[in-house]
């Protein structure tokens, strides 16, 4: 099963950016769609955005519609969430997760691979 490992999170003012980097063990991706997750405090873990193999097809939630761009680069084996005007709810844990197959899905039991998430706080 692949490993995957996110970077990138941190403390950021609200209206400003960061960006997300999810690498595959052995530094490739399946074909599989690829998603990003994000659980707050006492929540439970939402969609935030996919990802097909070529990157033709993304989707996002409404919550991050035209702040967060996906974006994956099979060859380096990454799966990247840009995220612009950051808002003091985008404050969670991120996860990046491995679909069981190839068609985008938010579903959370869709997805057979995730990493250990890593935390984005958004201060106001």
């Known amino acids: 099963q692949v490993q995957l490992v996110e970077s990138g999170g941190g403390l950021v003012q609200a209206g400003g950016s960061l960006r997300l980097s999810c690498a595959a063990s052995?530094?490739?991706?399946?074909?599989?769609?690829m998603g990003w997750f994000r659980q707050a405090a006492g929540k439970d873990r939402e969609f935030v955005a996919a990802?097909?193999?070529?990157?033709?097809?993304?989707s996002y939630a409404d919550s991050v519609k035209g702040r967060f761009t996906i974006s994956r680069d099979n060859a380096k084996g990454t799966v990247n969430l840009q995220m612009n005007t950051l808002k003091p709810d985008d404050t969670a844990v991120y996860y990046c997760a491995m679909a069981r197959g190839l068609v985008i899905t938010n579903r959370n039991e869709d997805y057979v691979s995730w990493g250990q998430g890593t935390q984005v706080f958004v201060s106001s």
């Open positions: 990802i097909t193999w070529s990157g033709a097809s993304t």
């Open positions: 052995g530094g490739t991706l399946s074909i599989k769609a």
